[in-house]
């Protein structure tokens, strides 16, 4: 499992013209679904995005916690994440998970992230979305979990 993890000010997905969710100070999170992936990776995902430290102390370092800033989180499925991109020129998709496994784990990882108690909005599973952010540093990791 792969997410792409932006800490934003604010951040958007519409779909078909139509905002779907929206969130203030938090993170945008793309998920990419691996064909390796389960419920177990599910959460220690879930447990990582949550207490991963990405925001600004006091003294200006990154010591804080989604959790620890009360943050919310726009979680939108990519599953071009899992794309093998280390040769040629087209990536390839073999071990990206399958879309009733991948929707399947997507939508565990956002019911985990609410069971937190974490202001979450996402995405829609396979639509074609716009994903708007104002991008807070700018900060970006991938986070990987096997």
Known sequence: MKALIQRVTEASVTVDGQVIGAIGQGLLVL???ERSDDEQIVERMAER???YRVFADDAGKMNLSLTDVSGELLLVSQFTLA???RKGLRPGFSSAAKPDQ?????QLLAKKIQQRGIALATGEFAADMKVALVNDGPVTFMLEID
């Open 102 to 106: 991948a929707d399947k784990l997507y």
């Open 49 to 51: 995005l949550l207490a």
């Open 83 to 85: 794309a093998d991109t």
């Open 31 to 33: 998920l990419g679904v």
